[in-house]
């Protein structure tokens, strides 16, 4: 009787042990599962602002190659705040993104979100906008290059060696990198331009509206300019809306970015040249290198797109109502 007891309680003894391992194995395959399903990299992007259509289509850009390459991303806005764009980047790091793309508000001021973002052992990606911070690497466009491109141009319109006329100037951000390099670059393209007078106008965070304020005070004050340069297309058109309002349509108006709209104007007279910017092939690169730095490749410290000038010659060569904005070819 003592053998048979003892047997059935070795019986129920490998039983049990059998049940707490099925367990066993049951919570283990839960969580592979679940690893299993977190495998998809996570990448978090931080936008300057979502209202000026060159940032909307880059973020455009980097969905669909989001969804191309396979990878979740998570975008937030700033709204050109920089103390929304630390939080936000707080935010995004809590949430287990794999790598950090950041076009910043300020490069001189997004240092907290950086070290934020370091201090969690997340690689970052600056877009668009360089810092002089350390980061994995930096995706844009040579914008000094840029703007000299522009600056040529507009020399050439006011006669080249011999130039002469008065330019106003439509500035971007205030401390903004990519402003100081299209302000440099053409700048640097009239240093022997000494019959040139360039107005440096305020600044109007590359935004339409801001810079259609500004041009109305800066032709009151300057009805007899010759050119107008702006850092960004969005401005540029705003500039044209003025002018034409003023029945200034002689004025000669030079943007950067491509963006189609212009390309168009281009066509009809009313715009004379812009720089190619094309930012959805931007947020397309960006996503690519930060796949790439999830999965443990190596990049280029610095990318720097192809860009190249639009004007009367070739505008038609780049019209396609399918796009915003210019593609290189």
Partial sequence: ??????????VLGVVLLLVLAACGTGKESDKDAKANKNDKIVIGFSQVTLESPFYTSLVDGAKEAAKEQDVELIVVDAQNNIEKQNTDVQSLITKGIDVLLINPVNPSAVAPALKAAK????????????????????????????????????????????????IIELQGDAGGTVMKARHDGFHEAFIHAKDVTIIEGPYNDYLRAKAVSSMQDLMQANPDVDLVYAHNDDMALGAVKVLNQMGKSNVKVIGVDGLME???????????????????????LAI??????????????????????????????????????????
């Avoid at 009787?1 to 070795?10: A, C, R, Y």
């Avoid at 007279?269 to 947020?283: M, R």
């Fill in 1 to 10: 009787m003592f053998g048979m007891k003892k047997w059935l309680s070795l």
């Fill in 288 to 329: 690519e290198t930060a796949k790439k730095v999830a999965n443990g490749e190596k990049v280029e410290k610095i990318t720097n797109a192809e860009t190249g000038l639009i004007d009367d010659t070739n505008a038609k060569e780049y019209v396609d109502s399918n796009y915003k904005f210019a593609v290189v070819k």
């Fill in 119 to 166: 201090n969690a052992n997340i690689p970052v990606i600056t877009v668009d906008r360089a810092t002089k911070e350390e980061v994995t690497s930096y995706i844009g466009r040579d914008n000094k290059a840029m703007g000299k491109i522009a600056g040529e141009k507009a020399l050439a319109l006011l006669g080249g060696d011999k130039a002469k006329g008065k």
């Fill in 262 to 284: 212009a390309v168009k104007k281009i066509t009809d007279g009313s715009f004379q040249a812009t720089v190619i910017n094309d930012p959805i092939s931007l947020g397309a």
